[in-house]
């Protein structure tokens, strides 16, 4: 399992005990969770209520504290990923990886995951620039047994660990899907790692056009 990697301390579990509390504290920010397939209604295989946060948006203080702890400790096991993999960073496209701003908070009630198998990289256009996403990453926040993520080529299954980060590769070599658990609930947040730099991305993003009401 060179390629995936899983980090645990004591900062990592305090990070996922405030996405709990944060996810209980904030039913205004709660969506339908959503995939390239669509939301629940028309995609079936991932169900879940999710909070989408921006870590860029400083407009509502305690969302922007989470993001700004959430963006450090991804930063933190991204270097300690990079370090054990020096030739990684090597072969990347501009020899540069940054966490992007944007990423999920997804609650799945028992009999709720993404339960088809995906990788997360593709090339549908989205503000998270999804064609140059390098690898991704799960924190999970809560103990759940057999409910992690499961690997289908690699044969291996990451556990739903409080406090556990891991990171993979985005792309085809590594499909994935969630463990359901028929009994409990679990609650990750998740992201990607792009190609490139966070100065670059932001530019990119100012630069957008608006989109339509």
């Given at each position: 399992?060179?390629?995936?990697?899983?980090?645990?301390?004591?900062?990592?579990?305090?990070?996922?005990?405030?996405?709990?509390?944060?996810?209980?504290e904030?039913?205004?920010?709660h969506?339908?969770?959503?995939?390239?397939?669509?939301?629940?209604?028309t995609?079936?295989?991932?169900?879940?209520?999710?909070?989408?946060?921006?870590w860029?948006?400083?407009?509502?203080?305690q969302a922007?504290?989470?993001?700004?702890?959430?963006?450090?400790a991804?930063?933190?096991?991204l270097?300690?990923?990079?370090a054990d993999?020096?030739?990684f960073?090597?072969?990347?496209?501009?020899?540069?990886?940054?966490?992007?701003?944007i990423?999920n908070?997804?609650?799945?009630?028992?009999?709720?995951?993404f339960?088809n198998?995906?990788c997360d990289w593709?090339t549908a256009?989205?503000?998270?620039d999804p064609i140059?996403?390098?690898?991704a990453?799960?924190?999970?926040?809560?103990?759940?047994?057999?409910?992690?993520t499961?690997f289908?080529?690699?044969e291996h299954?990451?556990?739903?660990?409080a406090g556990?980060?891991?990171i993979?590769?985005?792309?085809m070599?590594h499909?994935?899907r969630g463990?359901?658990?028929?009994d409990?609930?679990?609650?990750?947040?998740t992201?990607?790692i792009?190609?490139g730099?966070?100065?670059?991305?932001?530019?990119g993003?100012a630069?957008?056009?608006p989109?339509?009401?």
């Amino acid at each position: 399992m060179q390629l995936i990697a899983t980090y645990q301390d004591g900062d990592l579990a305090e990070l996922g005990a405030r996405v709990m509390d944060f996810f209980e504290e904030r039913p205004d920010l709660h969506s339908s969770g959503a995939s390239f397939g669509g939301v629940a209604a028309t995609n079936p295989d991932k169900v879940s209520t999710d909070i989408s946060l921006v870590w860029l948006d400083r407009s509502d203080s305690q969302a922007h504290s989470l993001s700004d702890a959430i963006m450090l400790a991804v930063s933190r096991c991204l270097k300690q990923y990079l370090a054990d993999r020096r030739i990684f960073l090597q072969v990347c496209p501009e020899r540069s990886l940054f966490v992007n701003p944007i990423f999920n908070l997804q609650r799945y009630l028992p009999g709720e995951g993404f339960k088809n198998w995906h990788c997360d990289w593709t090339t549908a256009d989205d503000a998270t620039d999804p064609i140059k996403r390098v690898l991704a990453w799960i924190l999970y926040c809560n103990d759940v047994e057999n409910a992690g993520t499961e690997f289908l080529w690699q044969e291996h299954h990451v556990e739903a660990i409080a406090g556990q980060m891991a990171i993979f590769p985005a792309g085809m070599s590594h499909v994935h899907r969630g463990r359901v658990s028929p009994d409990c609930t679990k609650v990750i947040a998740t992201g990607w790692i792009n190609v490139g730099s966070l100065d670059a991305y932001v530019q990119g993003l100012a630069a957008l056009p608006p989109r339509p009401a």
